[in-house]
Nanobody, 114 residues
């Protein structure tokens, strides 16, 4: 069974950076799509960054230009690097993978202090 385990979460100060990793029990390059989503209190879940099997990426409008999604074949991980965080980025961040079935990480709370 595929498992996604996130790491790297925690309190971030405004203006700081965040790097989240998602360790995948399967082959990180075997999924048709992988992504990072986030859900802020009282708001709907939104896409942060996504990557298709061929490596094509897309980003949510609110993080475009300051975020990077990547995969590491050797470590079998997917990562999210986000810079210039503001309190508006406070949310629970979750990694996601799809191969017909959908898999989710456990969710990482990321509070951003002002």
């Amino acid at each position: 069974q595929v498992q996604l385990v996130e790491s790297g979460g925690g309190l971030v100060q405004a203006g700081g950076s965040l790097r989240l990793s998602c360790a995948v029990s399967g082959n990180v390059f075997s999924f048709s799509a992988m992504a990072w989503y986030r859900q802020a209190p009282g708001k709907q879940r939104e896409l942060v960054a996504g990557m298709s099997a061929n490596g094509r990426t897309r980003y949510g409008d609110s993080v475009k230009g300051r975020s990077t999604i990547s995969r590491d074949r050797g470590k079998n991980t997917m990562s999210l690097q986000m810079n210039s965080l503001t309190p508006a980025d406070t949310a629970v961040y979750s990694c996601y993978a799809s191969s017909g079935y959908q898999y989710w990480g456990q969710g990482s709370p990321i509070p951003v202090s002002s």
